[in-house]
């Protein structure tokens, strides 16, 4: 067997024009949707994907208000902001690039954006409302990853999900999306016995551990559905996945490739999320 290779790249194209055109019949109503991205700090990483995020937002026609700070800024300068925004009437999402530098609290950051404006869908609230199936704004990979399986009309009701990783902004959150879409779902982490038997049982098997080419074919179901997040930074300079790919294309019947899989969608979903605030602000209905 060969995987069908999910192209990420692709269906953010497509999203992306959709989301064009609703800007622009919302802009028709007067209705400008804009984000305001705060940036701390020289990591070239974090740089590089708030690049991305106004590039994205310039594609659609979202207003967007990058604010950049040096690394020694302090948490309550910081804090003070957000509350600024918070209040700001042509902003509707708020987000900040993750990670902070040590100094800053980072879950007293999240916790100070108002849960309408959090398009990241971080805040304990949103988390609360996504959990108990009520309207929230979901954490954009997740989402991201939740649209990529979804269009291609891959079954997810009563599948086994198993998702490797369990941090807020990726593992949790996706299992809990999976659910609510009535997977079964397992999570599986550093502390897991016996991974490779968990694994194998997945129909959809979704890998973020931040770990380069940690899995491989033996893991792997004949016919599952691979969904890659890991971002990793060869020494080489190439970037590549938790998933050794060319093995997993072998036995997989779909798999997701590094770059140009679940990243692009990351960027994508926070655009829609931008787009829902800014509608539900003004009380228009999808
Ligand atoms: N406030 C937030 N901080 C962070 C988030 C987030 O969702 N909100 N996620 C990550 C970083 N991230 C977006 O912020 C992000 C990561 C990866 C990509 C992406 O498109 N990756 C490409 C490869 C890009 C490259 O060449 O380096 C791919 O996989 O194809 C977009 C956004 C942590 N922080």
Redesign the pocket.
Same mark, same amino acid.
């Given at each position: 067997m060969t995987a069908k290779i999910i192209s =990420? !790249?692709e269906i953010a194209t497509q999203l992306r024009q959709e989301m064009k055109e609703e800007v622009a019949k919302l802009k028709e109503k007067g209705i400008v949707p804009g984000l305001a991205v705060i940036l701390i700090g020289d990591d070239p990483?974090?740089h590089?994907? $708030?690049k991305? !995020?106004k590039k994205g937002c310039e594609e659609v026609g979202i207003y967007n208000r990058l604010i950049e700070h040096p690394a020694t800024i302090t948490e309550e300068q910081l804090l003070n902001e957000i509350d600024q925004l918070n209040e700001d009437e042509s902003i509707h999402g708020i @987000? $900040?690039? @993750? /990670?902070l530098p040590k100094h800053i609290d980072e879950k007293k950051v999240i916790e100070r954006i108002s849960p309408e404006k959090d398009v990241?869908g971080?805040h304990p609230i949103n988390i609360g409302r996504m959990m108990t199936g009520q309207e929230a704004f979901i /954490?954009?990979?997740p989402y991201g990853i939740l649209k990529m399986v979804q269009l291609q009309n891959i079954e997810i009701e009563g599948k086994h999900v198993v998702v490797i990783g369990r941090s807020n902004?990726v593992g949790k959150p996706v299992g809990q999306l999976f659910l609510n879409e009535n997977a079964t779902v397992t999570y599986c982490h550093s502390k897991t016995k016996n991974l490779k038997e968990m694994t194998k049982q997945a129909d959809i098997l979704i890998v973020a551990v931040g770990k380069a080419n940690f899995i491989g074919k033996d893991y792997i179901k004949e016919g599952a559905v691979v969904i890659d997040v890991g $971002?990793n930074?060869l020494e080489t300079g190439k970037?590549c996945?938790d998933v050794i790919f060319e093995e997993a294309k072998e036995v997989a019947a779909y798999i997701t %490739? &590094?770059? =140009? =899989? &679940? =990243? %692009?969608l990351?960027?994508t979903m @926070?655009l829609y999320n931008t787009i829902e605030s800014a509608k539900r602000f003004y009380g228009v209905r999808s």
């Amino acid at each position: 067997m060969t995987a069908k290779i999910i192209s =990420g !790249k692709e269906i953010a194209t497509q999203l992306r024009q959709e989301m064009k055109e609703e800007v622009a019949k919302l802009k028709e109503k007067g209705i400008v949707p804009g984000l305001a991205v705060i940036l701390i700090g020289d990591d070239p990483a974090s740089h590089s994907y $708030v690049k991305g !995020k106004k590039k994205g937002c310039e594609e659609v026609g979202i207003y967007n208000r990058l604010i950049e700070h040096p690394a020694t800024i302090t948490e309550e300068q910081l804090l003070n902001e957000i509350d600024q925004l918070n209040e700001d009437e042509s902003i509707h999402g708020i @987000l $900040v690039q @993750l /990670p902070l530098p040590k100094h800053i609290d980072e879950k007293k950051v999240i916790e100070r954006i108002s849960p309408e404006k959090d398009v990241d869908g971080f805040h304990p609230i949103n988390i609360g409302r996504m959990m108990t199936g009520q309207e929230a704004f979901i /954490p954009c990979t997740p989402y991201g990853i939740l649209k990529m399986v979804q269009l291609q009309n891959i079954e997810i009701e009563g599948k086994h999900v198993v998702v490797i990783g369990r941090s807020n902004i990726v593992g949790k959150p996706v299992g809990q999306l999976f659910l609510n879409e009535n997977a079964t779902v397992t999570y599986c982490h550093s502390k897991t016995k016996n991974l490779k038997e968990m694994t194998k049982q997945a129909d959809i098997l979704i890998v973020a551990v931040g770990k380069a080419n940690f899995i491989g074919k033996d893991y792997i179901k004949e016919g599952a559905v691979v969904i890659d997040v890991g $971002v990793n930074r060869l020494e080489t300079g190439k970037l590549c996945g938790d998933v050794i790919f060319e093995e997993a294309k072998e036995v997989a019947a779909y798999i997701t %490739p &590094v770059p =140009g =899989g &679940v =990243g %692009p969608l990351t960027i994508t979903m @926070l655009l829609y999320n931008t787009i829902e605030s800014a509608k539900r602000f003004y009380g228009v209905r999808s």
